[in-house]
Structure formats: structure tokens, C-alpha cells
């Protein structure tokens, strides 16, 4: 079922040089259903839903409408988006999860800022080598699928805090639309179905699993209901007892009992010490259209925050037209492969290592780093190297030595939601297990585990098993370290107001669709809707291509050719490892929320490339 790139970094090296050219050749496990079949046959929305209050926008209507149940009671902006993550947790159960990690992005209408990181760590028994074999080959599965690859989950830890800090209802009232339909049950959509079929040769693996997600062999149909009740008893210990329940109560002992059986790492005293972090949120200003920009992202150990600022900056002063304009695609692309070469070298957990953040996000870093392209030519991935990121004034960073990174084939499996409250309290939040279904273990507390521990550097010169990315050292795993991310939940206010609320999942490519919807609002002047349907595209600096959704037409691609871009459509599977390819057109599911400058209205703008659904009132 898993397939892996596998591939020692002298022959990867050859790898970039020669093959990386002409086929796709890294892989997810089972990779992303094309949920864009569905998203073909129907029509895209051309205007963005509109709120005179509030506005929820996620990956499905009962997420939506989980957050606005929450607001119309009361409830803000924070309570909204704890019960949107909880409630996904059940109807979401690619990405939605208790049992993963993720990042909340927060601006309150006061203008106070917060980044809350949960982002799982390394259990205490992890070791660096923990998946290299006694044969120095790195073990292909164990850190991706099953009980090994599951890292400590900062989920429940991290809602709960946010609730805390800056919620205004309990805990018990934000999970109850949750607990109702893991309870009740809820309809099973085409999606969901078809999802299920994808998924399981993992799932049928784990007898929880199976269980839940596959009807015990006999599958699900589309419009049959779906009850989790070990999930909702879980659910309800945690209504009733807090954050506590999970990480020292019943549920903490029931998981800590199962990874001693299974072979699993985390224990007892992991659970405990779990700790979510307050960070201090990324920043960056702009000029655009008569406007003062501000946009907020995710410091480390997001990799994307850095990423997008350091990628706007180096587009400052660089003329762009549109997506039906190569010129323009040519410029954010070559812009796109430098700050990925630099995302190689120098992000990682911050705890633990220096990232030098201050000089990746300088402009006139992003000045050097910009000079660098040729506005006529393609450059080559092989001769861009990492740069030496410095802050202003000062000449250079001593930062770590650059490293490759190739990082290819990814699918959403991670979920972006966004919430806009009356008062102007707004909340951007990714989360995730990281590939589709994490481990795709179910434990016997009902609820799906991360298998987040391959977004570290597995083996050092190797690529990961699940998105054969290569990242530096400082990325090595040791315990308690948070692993890379790219999830990117990002705010934009417009002359000191709440303006743009966006992120996205998609391994690397979220930094690329949250930078573009970014681009789209900010530099284009999109309307909210048409910043989200605008066709999406990517560079990762290697491979050394540019990946285009299917919209752009062939003459886009022509364009870029003459110029000398290698250029693929977007795809999932990977021939040269035996799967079947097949184009999966689009990349990214931004769900985000505008707001109208005019009239204060809220925007909600979900992705139509899968069954994203805005509810406001
Ligand atoms: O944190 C990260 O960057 C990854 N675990 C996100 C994975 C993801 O977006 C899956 N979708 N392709």
C-alpha cells in the first residue's frame, strides 16, 4: 500500500539532475483522493457568501455550521473555532483530529495578536535513527503508517488553551455540536465514501479502523449514517474534564496502555509534559493599491509564515498582472524555488535551533535574494543554492550550511478553516495528522493518531518516506522537538482593519496557495471568491519544475517553456514506483474569509476544489 521515494542523497543528487525532469517520482502513501473529479462536475461559486456578522468557512457545511451554531449563541470568534476543530474532528476525519497537531492564528478586534502552537513532539523514547534498520536502511513504513509514527498529540492541549485565553464559553458548550454527531451520527457524503474506499488498505490494518471507517469490512455507501461512540464518550470526558482527561486522565492511560502493547512510543509521561506554546505571531508590511498592508503568519516551527514574507518582500517591487500573464507566473515562480531552497536549510523547531528568522524576512535580504532572477530565463534549481539570510545592516547570518530538500505528491489531508466574529475577532487555523488519516490508527479511545513524526528528517541525506522531502539536520528527530511544518494560517489587515483571513493544507504546497491567495487579495484586488478559484500553481525548488493546476491553458504553458521552465500539470500517484498517475487537478483548499471595506460584510470564500462550504449570518 505505501509507496516510497527511496533514495540515498548521492543518487538523489543524480536523481535532481537528470530524471527529476521527466517523471514524477516521490509519492504519498495512499495519496489523495481526486475529490476534483466531483469538484468538476459542478459548478464553482463565482461570489463569496456574505455576512453581515459572522462567517465560518471550512472543508464541509456541518463544520461551518458547527461554528455558527457557536456565534449565534453568543459565543466568539474562539469558541466558534474550538468547536469547528472539535466537530471536524468527527466528520473530517482525514485532517480533522484529537489526535494530531496544529497552529491558531488570532487577531482580536482590539487589534491583540496570539499564535498558538500545538503542534505534536517527538515522544521522550525517540531517537534519531528510530527508523533506520540494522542494515542502515531507512525502515519505508514505520514512519508513516502504525503505532511507531505517531507523535505526541497537541490537539485537544491546544484548543483548550485558546478556549481559555480568549474564549468567552466552556469547554462543554463549544464540543457539544461535536458530541452530537459523533453521537447521533451524521450522513456520509460521496466524499467521505470514495475516501473511505482510498484509504483502506491502511485502515483495514487496524481493527478500530476498520471498525469505524470501513463497516467492519462491509463499507460504507454514501448516505448511510455514521456513529463514532468510543469517539463520543472520549469527546464527553474531555467536555467534562478538560485538556486534563486526555493527557492524564482515562484517555491518556487507555492511549499510553495501547502503545505499550502495539510497539508504540508514547507514554504516560508524555502525555503529561505535552505543553502548547504561545508564540509571538510573524509580521510584515506593505504597500499595495493605496493601502497599508499588514500581514500576520505563523512564526516557526512553521516554515510557511517565513516563507510568505519572505516571498512578498521579494516581490515588492516586481510588476504582477495575473495568472493569464506568464510573465507574472515566471517572476512569483522563480521567487517560489528561492524561498523553498531557503526553507531547506534553515527551518526548524525554534526551541531548539537558531532559525534566523530576522534575516529571511528582511527586505533587503529579499532585495539580494530577488536580484537573483533573471525576469527572461528560468533558472536552474541545481545552481540556486540556499542564500545567506541577514537583517538589514547587517552583512551576514553565520546561519547553518544549506541542505537539498526534494519534496513531491501531495494531496489535502490537511484541513484550514477560518472564522470572523460580529465584534471583528478573527481566528485563521490549520490542523492536521499529517498524511490522509495519519496512522491510520484508530485508538481504543476512538479517535485517529498522527503519524506526524515523518515530517522530521527521518534520515539525514534521505528523503522522508511520506513526501520525500529532505531537510536539514536541525529538523533531526530528538525528544520533545516539534517537527517542520508548512501550515500557514495567515491574517491581512488593510489600513490597520481586519481584511483577509486564509491558509491552506497541502505539505508544501500550502505555502504556495496561501502565498497566491494572499497575492490574489492584496497585490491582484480579487474579490474574496475569485482569489480562491484563481488557478493555483508551485515551485519547491526541486524538483526543478513548475506544477500548474489543470485551468491554466496550454499556452501558459507554452509561455513557460520559452522561457525555460520544465512545467507539469498537478498529480498525484507516481509511475516510476508503480502507482497509476493520474492528474489531480488542483492544489491547496484555501478557505477564507474577505471583508468588504465598504460595508464591513464578511466574505466567506471556501475552496469549491473540494466540498469547502462558507456559512455566515
Ligand atoms: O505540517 C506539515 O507541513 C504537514 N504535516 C502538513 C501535511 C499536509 O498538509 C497534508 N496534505 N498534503
Redesign the pocket.
Known amino acids: 500500500m505505501i509507496r516510497i521515494l527511496k533514495t540515498p542523497l548521492a543518487s538523489l543528487l543524480v536523481l535532481v539532475a537528470a530524471a527529476l525532469p521527466l517523471t514524477p517520482s516521490a509519492t504519498g502513501q495512499t495519496v489523495a483522493k481526486p475529490h476534483d473529479e466531483a469538484a468538476a462536475t459542478k459548478a464553482w461559486p463565482q461570489q463569496a457568501v456574505r455576512g453581515a456578522h459572522g462567517m465560518v468557512a471550512t472543508d464541509e457545511a456541518l463544520g461551518s455550521q458547527a461554528g455558527v451554531e457557536i456565534l449565534k449563541r453568543g459565543g466568539n470568534a474562539i469558541d466558534a473555532a474550538v468547536a469547528v476543530a472539535f466537530a471536524l474532528a468527527v466528520i473530517e476525519p482525514a485532517a480533522g483530529n484529537l489526535g494530531g497537531g496544529g497552529f491558531m492564528l488570532i487577531r482580536l478586534a482590539d487589534g491583540k495578536t496570539t499564535f498558538f502552537d500545538y503542534r505534536e513532539t517527538a515522544p521522550g523514547k525517540a531517537k534519531q535513527d528510530m527508523y533506520i534498520g540494522k542494515d542502515g536502511k531507512l525502515d519505508e513504513e514505520a514512519s508513516v503508517i502504525g503505532y511507531k509514527s505517531v507523535a505526541v498529540p497537541g490537539t485537544v492541549a491546544g484548543l483548550e488553551l485558546a478556549l481559555k485565553t480568549y474564549g468567552t464559553m466552556k469547554l462543554a458548550d463549544v464540543m457539544a455540536p461535536a458530541i452530537r454527531l459523533a453521537e447521533e451520527g451524521f450522513r456520509i457524503s460521496g466524499k467521505l465514501a470514495s475516501e473511505f474506499e482510498e484509504e483502506s488498505p491502511g485502515l483495514e490494518s487496524f481493527p478500530a479502523s476498520r471498525r469505524t471507517f470501513l463497516n467492519n469490512g462491509q463499507m460504507w455507501n454514501a448516505g448511510d449514517t455514521l456513529k463514532q461512540p468510543e469517539l463520543a464518550a472520549t469527546l464527553k470526558r474531555i467536555a467534562k474534564n478538560g485538556a486534563a482527561e486526555f493527557y492524564r486522565g482515562e484517555t491518556a492511560r487507555m492511549l499510553a496502555d495501547e502503545m505499550a502493547k502495539q510497539g508504540g512510543m508514547i507514554t504516560l509521561d508524555d502525555l503529561a509534559h505535552y505543553k502548547p506554546k504561545v508564540r509571538e505571531v510573524l509580521r510584515a508590511k506593505y504597500e499595495s493599491g493605496g493601502h497599508a498592508w499588514e500581514v500576520l503568519t505563523a512564526p516557526p516551527p512553521s516554515s510557511g509564515g517565513v516563507a510568505v514574507i519572505e516571498a512578498l518582500n521579494m516581490l515588492q517591487n516586481v510588476p504582477l498582472k495575473g495568472w493569464n500573464d506568464p510573465q507574472s507566473v515566471h517572476m512569483v515562480a522563480e521567487t517560489m524555488r528561492r524561498i523553498f531552497a531557503d526553507r531547506a536549510a534553515y527551518l526548524a523547531d525554534p526551541d531548539f535551533s537558531d532559525v534566523p528568522v530576522a534575516g529571511l524576512t528582511a527586505p533587503c535580504y529579499a532585495k539580494e535574494r530577488a536580484a537573483t532572477i533573471d525576469p527572461a530565463k528560468a533558472s536552474s534549481s541545481t545552481n540556486v543554492r540556499a542564500g545567506d539570510p541577514h537583517a538589514c545592516g547587517s552583512s551576514s547570518s553565520n546561519a547553518a550550511a544549506p541542505q537539498t530538500i526534494v519534496s513531491l505528491g501531495?494531496?489535502?489531508?490537511?484541513t484550514h478553516f477560518s472564522v470572523v466574529d460580529a465584534a471583528g475577532n478573527a481566528v485563521a487555523s490549520t490542523y492536521?495528522l499529517?498524511d490522509s488519516y495519519g496512522s491510520h490508527v484508530t485508538c481504543d479511545a476512538g479517535f485517529l493518531l498522527n503519524d506526524?513524526m515523518d515530517?522530521f528528517t527521518t534520515q539525514p541525506g534521505v528523503p522522508n518516506t511520506l513526501y520525500g522531502l529532505m531537510q536539514s539536520g536541525a529538523n533531526a528527530i530528538a525528544p520533545g522537538h516539534r517537527p517542520l511544518?508548512?501550515?500557514t494560517p495567515t491574517i491581512l489587515l488593510r489600513d490597520g482593519k481586519l481584511s483577509f483571513v486564509t491558509g491552506s493544507?497541502?505539505?508544501p504546497t500550502?505555502i504556495s496557495a496561501t502565498l497566491l491567495s494572499v497575492i490574489n487579495w492584496m497585490r491582484l484586488g480579487m474579490d474574496a471568491q475569485a482569489a480562491i478559484n484563481a488557478p493555483r500553481f508551485h515551485h519547491q525548488w526541486f524538483p526543478n519544475r513548475i506544477r500548474m493546476e489543470a485551468e491554466f491553458p496550454e499556452s501558459m504553458e507554452q509561455a513557460l517553456r520559452a522561457r525555460g521552465h520544465d512545467v507539469e500539470r498537478a498529480w498525484y500517484g507516481t509511475p516510476s514506483l508503480g502507482h497509476e498517475a493520474k492528474l489531480h487537478k488542483h492544489m491547496g483548499l484555501v478557505n477564507a474569509i474577505g471583508i468588504d471595506p465598504q460595508t464591513g460584510d464578511r466574505l466567506g470564500a471556501a475552496d469549491p476544489r473540494d466540498e469547502g462550504a462558507a456559512v455566515g449570518y
Not at 410 to 414: D, F, S, V
Open positions: 501531495e494531496g489535502p489531508h490537511t492536521t499529517n506526524e515530517d511544518s508548512s501550515m493544507p497541502g505539505g500550502i
